[in-house]
T-cell receptor, first 113, second 112 residues
Framework: KAGVTQTPRYLIKTRGQQVTLSCSPI?????VSWYQQTPGQGLQFLFE???????NKGNFPGRFSGRQFSNSRSEMNVSTLELGDSALYLC????????????FGPGTRLTVL | GESVGLHLPTLSVQEGDNSIINCAYS??????FIWYKQESGKGPQFIID?????DKRQGQRVTVLLNKTVKHLSLQIAATQPGDSAVYFC???????????FGDGTTLTVKP
């Protein structure tokens, strides 16, 4: 079974631009979560989607948004990019969210110049 | 608020020795505690988890211990191998696997 895939793997943007990252969960997984990983803040939870609905949200500004499609694929969008948004963005999927293991993708490395 | 933390940012061990990585947490309501391994260029990989009503769980070469009295979690790796070199994170969550709170990570280096 294929793992969680994320595209693109690397991205360079400039301040003020917006970016969309994509995540394809493991087949059959309906929960998709997004995390931001930086050297200073570590791994921080952004949001979780389940059956096309946002089920949980972390403490990030409204510039960070996401959505999930009927095939469980998910996208996250960051608008008006800031230098501090440079990070590794990780996507994780699980079967239903409750009591199940999360499987992480390799991440998208975003650099904001 | 909830938080998890690791006692040491780095740990260096000799190949074949046992490794112990520690973590302190603050949220007594957490339902699961999880250990992840992250190798360079990869996302975190699940190692083992333990439910809050347990105090010990064993896997292949790994053991997780949970002490709820002092809110302490540890990961023991037996006969540490060079392939175990990575960053290890502890995390906690409620019943929903979709939202986890991660600690800062311990970098384990295994010397041949």
């Amino acid at each position: 079974k294929a793992g969680v895939t994320q595209t693109p793997r690397y991205l360079i943007k400039t301040r003020g631009q917006q970016v969309t990252l994509s995540c394809s969960p493991i087949s059959g997984h309906r929960s998709v979560s997004w995390y931001q990983q930086t050297p200073g803040q570590g791994l921080q939870f952004l949001f979780e989607y389940f059956s096309e609905t946002q089920r949980n949200k972390g403490n990030f500004p409204g510039r960070f948004s996401g959505r999930q499609f009927s095939n469980s694929r998910s996208e996250m969008n960051v608008s008006t990019l800031e230098l501090g948004d440079s990070a590794l963005y990780l996507c994780a999927s699980s079967l239903s969210g409750g009591g199940n293991e999360q499987f992480f993708g390799p991440g998208t490395r975003l650099t904001v110049l | 608020g909830e938080s998890v933390g690791l006692h040491l940012p780095t740990l260096s061990v000799q190949e074949g020795d046992n490794s112990i990585i520690n973590c302190a947490y603050s949220n007594s309501a957490s339902d699961y505690f999880i250990w992840y391994k992250q190798e360079s260029g990869k996302g975190p990989q699940f190692i083992i988890d333990i439910r809050s009503n347990m105090d010990k769980r064993q896997g292949q070469r790994v053991t997780v211990l949970l002490n709820k009295t002092v809110k302490h979690l540890s990961l023991q790796i037996a006969a540490t191998q060079p392939g175990d070199s990575a960053v290890y994170f502890c995390a906690e969550r409620g019943t929903n696997a979709g939202k986890s709170t991660f600690g800062d990570g311990t970098t384990l280096t295994v010397k041949p």
